[in-house]
């Protein structure tokens, strides 16, 4: 087991679960950009057991995605374990309990970042997964928030008791849960839980290009970064960090166009052409934001069912000049 987490936490970069955006397409073109570890979308245990085929799509992969997290949330034990029982027919790398979601729908029934209120049945979900994960080889993973408010800011408490109950890594995006997503990421949290804790930390939170992730490294003294909204419409960054860190060259706009191309070429694939021009919207906007007549481009896209119309329309602002 030790070198199976080690296997994953000596991999540096990881891509953030983002519900809506981190399908099978957009993780394929994460890891071809140098994402080491990539992630489901957060899966409900309730929807996986009681209607397993609706939520197959987000617990698919390829051999190419590995090594590939599958994330789970809920707030009942034996329903957790019975979801991770299914999903290990899937054969993920990893599975990791969602501990951190902040949304209404979610916190309302004890799930999410609610469970870092109830240390108590935050334990009873990680032993009852436990015992599905014995013998699997198959480390478990949590990712949460810095607490419930700033009156509440338990991370390191939650962590230390969380690993004492025997999960293997811990992933921390230290904003409480009242802040949602406002204001700076409290990067000493990362800190204070590292060295807290002798399993792996993987610190998450406002990496926004190389040089963030640098110093997330180096101020907090973490065992992997995980990026997030940092990667949307910029999923090179991942090889922009490693090129930093190794002094290699970045991707230039042409690279960037042929890997935006495969993304959607992917995301057709997976989905069927109308469906994936339309969900493909998200990323088109992020792709074209900061070039000159952008915004002519987005509407266009957000309007048009034509795909080589759009792709012509990219194409050229890719060959055209950045605003900044
Ligand atoms: C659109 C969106 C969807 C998200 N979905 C999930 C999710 O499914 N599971 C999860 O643990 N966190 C989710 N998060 C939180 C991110 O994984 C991450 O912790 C957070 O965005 C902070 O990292 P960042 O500053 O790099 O974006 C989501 C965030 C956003 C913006």
Not at 183 to 197: A, N, P, V
Request: proline share 3%.
């Amino acid at each position: 087991m030790k070198n199976t987490i080690s296997a994953l936490t000596c991999k540096k970069l990881w891509l953030a679960p983002l519900a809506g955006i981190t399908d099978k397409a957009f993780r394929t073109i994460c890891k071809q950009c140098g994402a080491d570890v990539v992630i489901s979308e957060m899966v409900s245990a309730d929807g996986y057991i009681y209607n397993k085929s609706r939520s197959m799509k987000y617990v698919d992969f390829t051999e190419f995605q590995r090594p590939f997290g599958i994330q789970i949330f809920g707030y009942k034990p034996p329903v957790m374990a019975k979801a991770v029982e299914m999903i290990l027919e899937k054969r993920p790398d990893f599975i990791d309990i969602n501990m951190g979601c902040p949304v209404r729908k979610v916190i309302k029934r004890g799930a999410g970042s609610a469970l870092m209120k109830t240390p108590e049945l935050a334990v009873e979900i990680i032993c009852e997964v436990k015992k599905v994960l014995d013998g699997t080889n198959i480390p478990l993973s949590i990712k949460i928030r810095s607490g419930w408010d700033d009156s509440n800011m338990n991370a390191v408490d939650f962590g230390k008791r969380m690993e004492d109950t025997g999960i293997d890594m811990i992933c921390i995006h230290p904003r409480t849960r009242s802040q949602m997503f406002s204001g700076r990421s409290d990067w000493t949290l990362i800190k204070k839980l590292k060295e807290k804790l002798s399993i792996p930390v993987i610190g998450n939170g406002d990496i926004r290009n190389a040089e963030d992730a640098r110093e997330m490294f180096k101020e907090t003294g973490c065992d992997s970064v995980m990026i997030g909204r940092g990667i949307i419409g910029n999923p090179w960054l991942f090889a922009e960090i490693k090129g930093i860190m190794s002094n290699s060259n970045n991707f230039d706009n042409s690279e960037k166009l042929e890997i935006i191309k495969d993304h959607f070429i992917l995301a057709i694939k997976n989905k069927g052409e109308d469906n994936a021009i339309k969900e493909m919207r998200t990323h088109f906007s992020y792709y074209t934001k900061g070039f000159q007549g952008g915004a002519k481009v987005r509407e266009l896209i957000n309007s048009s069912l034509n795909k080589s119309e759009i792709l012509e329309a990219i194409e050229q602002l890719y060959q055209g000049k950045r605003k900044k």
